[in-house]
């Protein structure tokens, strides 16, 4: 298995960097926002299913346009990323459900794969929670649920939750979204 770092890869695979920030992060709330119905009455929830993200190089090869004309092969998890943003520029959430599948199986590094998954969200300030695949939790690298969802419910912007002990499972929750506020 390669690296997720592609240390002896050819020329034509990017160059792995590694970005370090300075300074101090801002304070996380306690408290997060309520997730309440606007003014209007609505309340828009879009749900993606199934992003298979990795930390190496997957090649997608049955891509098409809008036009449904057949592009050529390319990287799958950029053409995923760019296609939440875009669905999320257009769609404007107030809440976004990642569902099943955010991993593909076996992966080395689970951290920075889910962090693919949900950045184009974060950058957008928009809440978010997640339901576990079976992917997501299968092969002997990749980090069991109670850490992946430790990492996500950490995250800005974060509604994840592990679920109550009694239920069996890690991230079997509900979310509550009250009325508009009162004026």
Known sequence: MRSSLQLN????????????????AKPRPDVRAALR?????????????????VTSIRVCKDTIDAYRNHLLESEADPLTVNFIGKILDVEKPDLMILTRDQLHHDISDTQSALFKAVAPIIERSIPFATVFGNYDSE??????????MSILQNLPFSFCESGPEQVDGIGNFYLRILAPAPS
Do not use: C, E, N, W
Request: charged share 25%.
């Open 9 to 24: 890869a050819q020329p034509t695979v990017p160059v792995a960097r590694l970005s370090v920030l300075r300074g101090r």
């Open 139 to 148: 092969g002997i690298h990749v980090l069991p649920r109670t850490a992946q």
């Open 37 to 53: 119905v606007k003014d209007d009455s609505k309340f828009k929830i879009v749900q993606i299913s199934d992003t298979y993200m």
